[in-house]
């Protein structure tokens, strides 16, 4: 099987905005773009070293993106041809000439597989990336929920340590949802390909509107002032260089037993989140199962589980 010469990978923190790009790429009339893709590249080890396949393809059974994206298994294919064959198909589905996968974790390890591709980093501004990872329950804080922002931006500094700026291209998620159509004009010439206003076309498709501009920013209104030094605190000299101006109040330091309560008052609220969202039952199933090795009973559960995660995502 030939390997996807150039494939194209939007990559940056979840809840940046990549679901809004993503959207608007797969709609370009020569470019096939496929949702989150993480089990492209978080099964490969920090060595480099692939996963064992018949592992790797029971992992792929359970994995809510991975079962959303109706790809085959073929099991006669080694990683590399397996994961090259799930963009192939994506590909094949709508006849484009370009392929791309959105990926959020650990990208920095598809130059392994795919030494020619391009990427598109999505940036957005910590403290709202922050706010809407909080709001999806995935912490209790918006302390704790920055890590979303942070993991993504370590990333990326270790992507570039193997693309060149020919393959890079950085996009604010603020310019993209201000001044949409030159961003969309800038991309697209980056990919080599002539801008398409069919890439608007999203909104007749799909939950997401226009880009609205009250997105932007939202930290600013919607956060207590102690909840933004704290995340200046830990954000601050990140956002500073990559060009988000801090919002003025002074810079705090927070002493160790604070940092533990709010780690510990975040994994509390984002199990109480849990069960609100999948219910008590649910929750304990699905705990109880893992933990005591009910492999059928837990293969059900997170069936269950990602069904409701599915209705919930936007």
Same mark, same amino acid.
């Given at each position: ?95 484009? !000439? ?11 390890? /598809? @130059? =392994?597989?795919? *030494?020619?591709?391009? %990427? ?106 102690? !909840? ?11 956002? /500073? @260089? =990559?060009?988000? *101006?801090?919002?003025? %109040? ?65």
């Amino acid at each position: 099987m030939t390997l996807v010469d150039a494939p194209v990978f939007l990559v940056g923190s979840e809840r940046s905005g990549t679901t809004l790009l993503r959207l608007m790429l797969d709609h370009h009339p020569k470019i096939a773009f496929n949702f989150e893709s993480d089990y492209i590249a978080t099964q490969i080890s920090d060595e480099g070293a692939y996963p064992e396949m018949k592992q790797y393809r029971e992992w792929l059974t359970q994995d809510r993106a991975f079962q959303g994206s109706r790809f085959s298994i073929d099991e006669r294919l080694d990683f590399v041809g397996l994961v090259n064959h799930f963009l192939i198909q994506k590909q094949a589905r709508v006849g484009k !000439e370009l392929v791309g996968a959105t990926i959020h974790h650990q990208f920095h390890k /598809l @130059s =392994r597989i795919w *030494p020619r591709a391009k %990427y598109i980093y999505l940036l957005r501004d910590g403290r709202d990336v922050a706010v809407s990872a909080m709001r999806m329950g995935w912490a209790g804080n918006t302390y704790i929920a920055a890590d979303v922002w942070l993991e993504a931006e370590k990333e990326r500094d270790d992507a570039r340590l193997n693309v060149g700026d020919e393959r890079w291209l950085e996009v604010r998620y603020e310019d993209l949802i201000v001044s949409t159509r030159p961003q969309l004009e800038r991309i697209c010439d980056f990919l080599g390909v002539e801008y398409s206003e069919r890439m608007f076309d999203y909104v007749n498709t799909s939950t997401y509107d226009a880009p609205d501009p009250s997105l932007c920013y939202q930290w600013r209104t919607n956060l207590a002032k102690v !909840e933004v030094q704290r995340l200046e605190e830990k954000l601050g000299d990140r956002l /500073l @260089s =990559r060009g988000y *101006p801090l919002s003025g %109040y002074p810079r705090i330091m927070i002493p160790r037993l604070v940092k533990k309560y709010l780690f510990l008052q975040s994994r509390i609220e984002a199990y109480r989140y849990r069960l609100r969202l999948y219910g008590v039952g649910l929750t304990l199933r699905e705990t109880l199962s893992r933990r005591l090795g009910l492999e059928r009973l837990h293969r059900k559960t997170i069936a269950k589980i990602n069904r409701v995660t599915d209705a919930h995502m936007k």
